[in-house]
Nanobody, 125 residues
Framework: QLQLVESGGGLVQPGGSLRLSCAAS????????IGWFRQAPGKEREGVSC????????NYKDSVKGRFTISRDNAKNTVYLQMNSLKPEDTAVYYC??????????????????WGKGILVTVSS
């Protein structure tokens, strides 16, 4: 069974950068689309970005476009989320998730079958 583990979170000042990693074990990521989600305190979980199994298609939440970049290295069984120009409103627990196909409807992501436990990103001075 596919298992996902996030890493790379932490505390960063506004304007700073972090790179999150989502490492898979138990199965190859080659056949899975991957999504990054986040949940801020008191708010619902929301989709941030997703990438197709081949890496050829990506999607971003409007508020992170131009600041975040999703990528994948199937040889390393890992997906990344490069986050630049971070803002306090990016503070949240970030999760990666995998599905055979991700469907994006109205900015929401559907089709996730496996989830990581999440990692905290705090943007604060």
């Amino acid at each position: 069974q596919l298992q996902l583990v996030e890493s790379g979170g932490g505390l960063v000042q506004p304007g700073g950068s972090l790179r999150l990693s989502c490492a898979a074990s138990g199965s190859t990521l080659d056949y899975y689309a991957i999504g990054w989600f986040r949940q801020a305190p008191g708010k619902e979980r929301e989709g941030v970005s997703c990438i197709s199994s081949s890496g050829g298609n990506t999607n971003y939440k409007d508020s992170v476009k131009g600041r975040f970049t999703i990528s994948r290295d199937n040889a390393k069984n890992t997906v990344y989320l490069q986050m630049n120009s971070l803002k306090p409103e990016d503070t949240a627990v970030y999760y990666c998730a995998a599905g055979s196909t991700i469907v994006v409807v109205g900015g929401k992501y559907y089709g996730m079958d496996y989830w990581g436990k999440g990692i905290l990103v705090t943007v604060s001075s």
